[in-house]
């Protein structure tokens, strides 16, 4: 839990501090004033969650990894992010999550946490990217946070690139990049010991 509890406590404060760029849905920032910037920013009222074992907690479901405490949503504080929705399963590709994320859901935040069964499967970085961008576009939100890849020992310079990928896609489309897992991966991306 304490690997996935990271993921709240980076995602938190990146939105307290403006960077995460929560905008309310329906507002606009004074003339002159920069979207994203202190003073636009807004306490978040939902979360939408899209992701694997990861963010499950390694319980099945998002449901069953929020009820059982395991799912790193569930380190979200309820004052901050009172709402938190979306789809996640064990062993999920991101062609299941396009497949599985209707379109019309809305929230103020997206998170997206995809990509590490796709390596495993031998899927290319190209085919991952347009699934996550069909993800995106299935969720109605103000401010997407795309997740990197947690480290693959077996995988891990592919995980590398995928993460490089992501932050490129990320830019491009003026969504989040966030890598909760810097301070686990050592530099050959593989797991530190102690995690």
């Known amino acids: ?9 980076l995602l938190l404060a990146s939105a307290s501090a403006g960077c995460a760029g929560v905008v309310a849905p329906d507002s606009s920032p004074p003339s002159g004033t920069p979207t994203g910037s202190p003073t636009s920013v807004v306490t978040p009222r939902s979360v939408f969650v899209v992701g694997d074992s990861n963010s499950t907690g390694f319980r099945g479901t998002l449901a069953e990894g929020l009820d059982a405490g395991e799912a790193w949503a569930a380190a979200l504080p309820d004052s901050f992010f009172p709402i938190v929705q979306g ?20 929230a103020d935040v997206l998170l997206i946490m995809a990509g590490t069964n796709d390596l495993i499967a031998g899927l ?3 085919a991952i990217l347009a699934h996550v961008a069909d993800i995106a576009d299935g969720v109605e939100s103000p401010t997407v946070v795309l997740l990197a890849v947690a480290p693959l020992d077996a995988l891990a310079s592919e995980a590398a690139v995928l993460n490089d990928a992501f932050e490129s896609l ?5 969504w989040d990049f966030l890598d909760p897992w810097a301070g686990m ?10 995690w």
């Open 1 to 9: 839990m304490r690997r996935f509890a990271t993921i709240g406590i």
């Open 87 to 106: 789809w996640a399963r064990d062993g999920a590709t991101t062609a299941d999550m396009r497949q599985a994320v209707r379109a019309g859901a809305r």
């Open 124 to 126: 290319a970085a190209d």
């Open 170 to 174: 990320a830019r491009e489309n003026g």
């Open 185 to 194: 991966r050592r530099g050959d991306g593989t797991w530190i010991a102690s």
